[in-house]
């Protein structure tokens, strides 16, 4: 398991031109995780930093990424100018033995984390420089604290490349489900529907590729388990929540103070160059999920939401229950395929789409796959060159683990397969694979 | 409720035909006859003497002659050829007989005769022609069916049925005589066809109920033979409400019963034009029509029907420039869609005006028009009307228009449908025309509909609610549709959408949207993505091998090519010439593989002098130098 949180040193934001004289170090920290260490260390820490970044640029106009000391390694991250995110991670410090690198840290997911750590703030609270700087430790604080402590990133290939997982509807109810948007978006032009889920798989994305992955990242990892739990402890459904209810505020919409607690993102909606200020109106009945997004200069008013609320009630519930009927039927099928003992996973790059034979449910996390076999899956990923445009890979582990990622038209594929074989055997059982899940799919031949 | 109003729709859904046919109207002289099989009528002028007109629709079968009055007429008639007159006059002898005159080219050739019924003491209720030659004299003792033969003269009786009768009525197009007996207790359909009677099923009426002349029509409608009867609540037999008319299905009609619902009671009129039944009312001087092929909810084999619309008057008709006074107690209505004034001497037919059917509706009703209208000989052009109206609208009419599509697609599936199976047995059966008068394909669609409004802010909703529905309907997308769908979301920047579509085959799979999308490439790359899925799925291996090639692909379009067996024709120079620009490791493997493929074939490596490859030969040896 890769245990994020105990391998996290510290975590820090600075900003040099923030006290840029000598007694101001402080106020360069934007943000310092953990927070009672105290302020000489994080000082020492960021000084630190500062200066490697700085030293680094007379030898790149790139920014410095990464510095490793025998006992720890800092991540560096610069999402906008003078901006930068430092993730400071523990490495075994006893010398082990060569081949023993179980613990090692693949430091691209460590990248990914602070990546989308960064992308999640820029979506609920704007870019870092347009904040007041006097602002910024204060919203740092109440961004970050909460985030880290409840992102636990478990071993699981879903975790290793963070993609979307897309429900494959037949083409009936996928039409039922885009009729609804447009009804609804024709209706109330002021709201723009801008995601439709169900469970955790997305159906419809009305984002770029980058906002959707975050925003849905913030519903499947914050908003919704908490409803879904609220839903366990409420017992029986109550006849109000069946018809559907806005679940952000959590509280449901219900008088004009809930009206000022919606809450604004930052998005690039599908018809937009750049990312504007939306309020974030997410519902929600029986799995299905509905989030809008409202201008920012929009008159939020109580009685469109009530209007709004009758409206879709009852559309959604009835399409929920037809997709619920799919699933259902889905599931039926495949459950006569007898499982099959290998492991794949897909990826495409252009529509973020992840799909994988591993139970990506976050109740009962995998343990069939070694971290180790996630690492070299993670190296795969971030080293473009391995694999390029196109290409295909193979490595065998020390305890038989054969690993083939295959590359082509902007998707991966890898499959993980544990059995003593040789490498044509591999090579053979991929293509299989390969022609039984990914048919109809066109990979570059070799 | 939202109102919907077709623009430029006529107020109206029925007219007289303009002009009238005019006659000597009825007068203390003139008698005025109609024959309802020929649509014809006759002024008969001081019994004949100072002359017989016969007038109809059709010009060519006017005229008018003489003949010497020898009583009052009953009933006059032409053989359906023109060449026979048979005229039924009330003479005090009471003999029961029929005179017959022959005619040549619509001029009496002076040859009389008459014939006597065979039951002596009978009264001659009526007679028909059913065919040329053969005329059925309905008595009050039964049907004599008997052959004339005009040379000789003479009639010979080729059947008869006793049946106690005291009415009946007759309906030209499906040759059925309906008796009525036990005064209008029991009901009995004779079919005069194939120089025979036959006996059909009686009708089951409520013996309590018995019903009158004035109640009963034998119509033709829908390819079954219905006796349309119209039931009045009365105080005497404890039924109340308003008046319903109750189509028993005499031949065809799957034995399902037709109740027609009119919330009127009084004074009735029946019509039939193109498979609609049109009842006229003249207290409230209104026509309702009714649709009974409408999708309807049976119960029992009962199907129960509103009116299409709402009831609406005929369009005010006009004689010698003035408007005539419509529903008017002159009129005589025949089926099926003649409307006589006796008094004023007009005869018109009925029309409908089906842009009229649109003027004025609920929203929900919409759907249902368009279903009425799918079933109407011309109806397509107020159903493009109707559309293109709701597509400018498609704020808000969304639901009503993919109601419409599914109306229409529907239609379109069943004959496809029925085509198939047709195909596959190889029977020839000429009925499509009938049962499907209006079709409406997808090409129709977009170059009716859909091409129009390049410009609506709600396309993209339309086509998607359009796809649906061809979806919903098992349709394969085809190329014009197609076509227009990607247009539409590429430039409306719903190119999201149209991925979705093309991963779900909501577009079809066709070379050409493959193309489509790999044109869109340059932009949005995973168009380009989809686009050589659907070509791999397509098997259009020649085509990928092109398309890599020109992305500067050289080894993947070799692989390629080599898994399609493609790679021994493919050009030297076009994959050197891409294999340039990838970069020197892909352009020495593929030089050498080429070589390879020229020793193979040709026994020696060398490029021949055709191939025009010179200047890659150049440029690896300056590689090979270099390295």
Known sequence: ?446 | MAEFCLHDSDQYYLSLSEPPKRFDPNSPVTNVFFDDTNGQVFTVRSGGVTGVTVNGLDDSKSTSFRMEDKGPIISIKFSPDHKVLAIQRNVDAQTPSVEFANFKDLVPTNVEYSHTCKWKNAKILGFVWPKVNEIAFITDYGIELLQVFPEKKQLKTLKSTSFSCAWFSWCAQSNIVVLAGNNGALLQPFSLSSSNITKLQKLELDATRPVVERDVFVIRLCEATWCAIFRHGSPSTSVSGPTEVCLMPITGGNGILHILKTGLVGRFAVSVIDNLLVIHHQSSQTSQIFDIMEESKRDNNTANHLPIVSGVSMKPALVDGQECPMYSGNWVVFQPDYIIDARLGCLWKVNLIHSGLAHSLSKDEIPKVVGALLRRQGGNDTIYRILNQLVTNADTHLVELSRVFDEINSVYRKWADIEVARNTAGQVVEKGSDTFPVLISQTDMCSHVLQAHADDKYLVQVVTAYLSSLSLHNMTVQQPVAEISVRTLVTRGASGRLRSLVRRGCLGEEQLLACQLLSLGHFDPAAAQLALDMMCRLKAHEEIVEVLLSWNEPVSAAGAARQCGVWGALPARKVLSAAKVHGPAAFRALYHALLARNERERGSPHFLKGEQCEIYIEYYKQLMEDS
């Not at chain 1, 519902?283 to 008013?301: C, G, H, I, M, Q």
């Not at chain 1, 971290?371 to 390029?388: M, Q, Y």
């Not at chain 1, 083939?404 to 490498?423: C, H, I, P, W």
């Open chain 1, 1 to 446: 398991m890769i245990d994020i949180i105990n391998k996290i040193d510290s975590f820090f934001i600075f900003n040099s031109n923030f006290g840029p004289r000598e007694g101001d170090e402080l106020k360069r920290i934007l943000y310092f995780y953990p927070g009672q260490v105290n302020s000489d260390i994080q000082k020492t820490q960021v000084g630190l930093c500062e200066a490697v970044v700085k030293f680094m640029t007379t030898f790149s106009s790139a920014p410095c990424e990464a510095l490793q000391t025998q006992s720890k390694r800092y991540i560096f991250y610069q999402p906008e100018r003078n901006f930068w995110m430092v993730l400071v991670i523990c490495i075994p410090y006893a010398t082990k033995l060569p081949g023993d690198i179980k613990d090692a840290v693949e430091p691209a997911i460590m990248y990914d984390f602070m990546i989308s750590s960064y992308k999640m703030f820029r979506m609920f609270m704007g870019l870092f420089r347009e904040i007041l700087p006097e602002d910024t430790y204060a919203i740092c604080e109440k961004f970050f604290t909460p985030y880290i402590s409840s992102r636990n990133i478990r071993n699981d290939l879903s975790n290793v490349i963070q993609g979307i997982n897309y429900l494959p509807l037949e083409k009936n109810t996928f039409f039922k489900v885009i009729c609804f948007i447009d009804l609804l978006e024709v209706n109330y032009p002021d709201f723009k529907c801008i995601s439709f889920l169900y469970n955790d798989q997305l159906i419809w994305n009305g984002l770029c590729k980058d906002d959707m992955l975050t925003l849905y990242q913030y519903l499947i990892h914050n908003l919704l388990p908490k409803q879904v739990e609220k839903e366990i402890q409420g017992g029986a459904v109550t006849a109000a929540e069946r018809h559907g209810r806005f679940i952000s505020p959590p509280e449901g919409i219900h008088s004009e103070d809930d009206l000022k607690k919606i809450i604004k993102v930052y998005l690039i909606r599908e018809d937009d160059n750049e990312a504007k200020a939306y309020y974030l109106v997410i519902y929600r009945t029986l799995s299905a999920t509905v989030s809008f997004t409202v201008d920012e200069n929009t008159n939020l008013d109580l009685s469109t939401f009530r209007s709004l609320d009758t409206f879709i009630g009852p559309k959604l519930s009835t399409i929920a229950s037809s997709i619920g009927e799919q699933c259902t039927m889905h599931a039926l099928v495949n459950a006569q395929i007898t499982p099959t003992d290998h492991k794949f996973l897909y990826f495409n790059k252009l529509n973020l789409a992840l799909k994988t034979s591993m139970p990506s449910n976050s109740l009962n996390p995998s343990t069939a796959v070694s971290p180790e076999v996630l690492n070299i899956i993670a190296e795969v990923h971030n080293d473009h060159k391995s694999l390029g445009k196109y290409g295909e890979i193979i490595i065998k582990t020390p305890d038989e683990y054969w690993i083939t990622g295959k590359s082509s038209n902007d998707r991966e594929f890898y499959v993980v397969m544990q059995k003593n074989a040789n490498l044509k055997e591999i090579a053979d059982e991929v293509k299989r694979i390969c022609e039984m899940q990914m048919k109809g799919i066109f990979f570059y031949p070799m």
